[in-house]
């Protein structure tokens, strides 16, 4: 399994990013996707996920409301737009994947361990 990151870069206060993830070498049929980003010293915080089995969505408390994840099963890609960005949305964002049922609807919280993962991209927002 490979995960491709796109898109990331300088982003103005207020302005919106998106993100694009690319995957292959598996039926993504089965697998629940996520959005991660992490700041040096910091821990992973996880952004937004799309679970497989339904299409739905979980989302983390920092970007509840401003975040949205779109999901092209049929090209493997997989895309994160936020709106309203902040300085402090500033980090390296990380594209996963886990072969799960459960892994996105039992939510970030419940810090299940994804498979699968990018080499991130990084996003910066600053004027």
């Known amino acids: 399994v490979q995960l491709v990151e796109s898109g990331g870069g300088l982003v103005q206060p207020g302005g919106s990013l998106e993100l694009s993830c690319v995957a292959s070498g598996a039926d993504f049929e089965d697998y629940d996707i996520a959005w991660f980003r992490q700041v040096p010293g910091k821990e992973r915080e996880g952004v937004v996920c799309?679970?497989?089995?339904?299409?739905?969505?979980r989302y983390g408390n920092s970007v509840r409301g401003r975040v949205q994840m779109f999901g092209d099963k049929a090209k493997s890609s997989f895309r994160l737009v936020m709106s309203s960005v902040r300085p402090e949305d500033t980090a390296t964002y990380y594209c996963?994947?886990?072969?799960?049922?459960?892994?996105?609807?039992?939510?970030?919280?419940?810090?299940?361990?994804?498979?699968?993962w990018g080499q991130g991209t990084q996003v910066t927002v600053s004027s």
């Open positions: 996963a994947a886990v072969k799960s049922r459960v892994a996105c609807t039992l939510g970030f919280e419940f810090g299940y361990e994804y498979d699968y």
């Open positions: 799309i679970a497989n089995v339904d299409g739905s969505k």
